[in-house]
């Protein structure tokens, strides 16, 4: 019986944590979730880790999935005006959202999610909606008018959720605290266009971190050096369709119900949570440059790379950036 269970466990070990890797080597595997390409490298090695990442990854997918049939979205977006229990984690991630989009202006918005369907960003069958469904949409993305309190969250009826702009980045942070629950001291972790790092590299050295080339997206354009925490970019070139010769992307302009359009076609997060930083760079993305450095300058906890379409490259003083591309780049300082 056990060598039964043994034989059928070992391949798929294997499968997980690819070949053989040398003890002082640290440790890479990869799958796909949330419909992202997720690759880890850490150090100490551990066989059992590879399957930790992939259980809390399902794990959260089953609550903050809104096209799971029974996650917490899932459920909220199907209560027609009622109050939805949820898990604490759920509740969290809303309320934080909530607070973002307060300070942004309505820039991040959690509840584009009847808009975004329109668009068929989900669902993968893109088209461009007619602008009276546009506008009725939008009509249901009052983020005022949804409640949480503890656990219970209500929102009105036609309106929904859409946890998208954040959910990996919270993701990220949870992978990062269960690696280091299980002695990993040092290690990165990427998941699509969100990058979060544990200590420095094994020689003691900052990691490295790629930012897309926007007009060549499996280029790097530069990078940027790091010790510890995330850096979190979104891109108007990572999802998109074409239709008669225009494209539209993923981002939404909560104002308009269209992508966003305010002349940025990359927006880089840095600092020390993954959920702020994902949350973030979506919001400062739909707020175009100049709303952008205004939210830095108020803030001051983050740090921030903005590729605009012209094309330039504009990043915040402290950033330890690496590789500069050969076109216009300019240093945002802090306002005296
Ligand atoms: P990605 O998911 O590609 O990493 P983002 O973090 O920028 O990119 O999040 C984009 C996702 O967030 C969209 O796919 C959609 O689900 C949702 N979304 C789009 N526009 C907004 C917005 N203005 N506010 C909140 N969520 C949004
Ligand atoms: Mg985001």
Redesign the pocket.
Known sequence: MRGTQLGVLLPVMLLLTGCAQSASQPQSWDFFAMDTYMTFKVWPQDPALPERTRTEIERLESLLSVTRDGSDLDRINHARGTPVTVSPETAEIIQM?LSCGAETGG????A?YPV?KLWG??QDTHQVPAPGEIADALEHTDLSRISVNGETITVPDGTEL?L???A??YAGDRLRSVLQENGVTSGILSL???VEVIGTKLDGSPWRVGIADPFAPSEILCSVMTRSGAV?T?GSY??YFEENGRRYH?????ETGYP?EQGLVSVTVTGEDGVTC?AL???L??MGKERAVAEWNRRQDFGMILITDEPALYYTEGLDMQDLPAIPVEVISHEP
């Open positions: 959202g820039a991040l918005n959690i584009m975004s960003f989900t859409d998208g702009a954040l990996k980045g699509g266009g969100n979190v979104s990572q999802r993923h981002i939404l302009d909560p966003a994902d760079s979506t919001a993305f739909v």
